[in-house]
């Protein structure tokens, strides 16, 4: 198979390259926890007052229940950002090591994977 020519990397190279990816991943992920927390009394009032959750009793036992409803919602919302943008990630450093092939069968699943993630979320929302 001699469709591209592999650059031989060092184990070195290969962790720093990791390294950096898993790096702006976390720099996503904080950004979107920290703008989740600032959304989350605003997601949790809308919840609150949808048409099935009126009458339900909301209580809380103990002061950091407030805190802890709060960062739940972030973290979440943190998660549902971070995912494609993790996945992407995943896949830019998976990349330089394909044949043109499988990077051809690999790019068939991704708008799947995505619908999926869609469909997974919606799902959670109206359904569960």
Sequence with gaps: MSDHKLKSFTWEEHFSELRV???LVLIVFTVTFALGFLGAKPLFMFIRTSDT???IDW???HPADVISIYVKFAFICGLIFTIPWCLYQ???YLKPGLYSSEKKEVL???PFSFILFITGIF???FYI
């Design 59 to 61: 209580n809380v036992f």
């Design 90 to 92: 995943i896949w830019r």
């Design 108 to 110: 068939i699943y991704i």
């Design 123 to 125: 799902f959670s929302y």
């Design 21 to 23: 990816r898993g790096f």
């Design 53 to 55: 959750l009126v009458n």
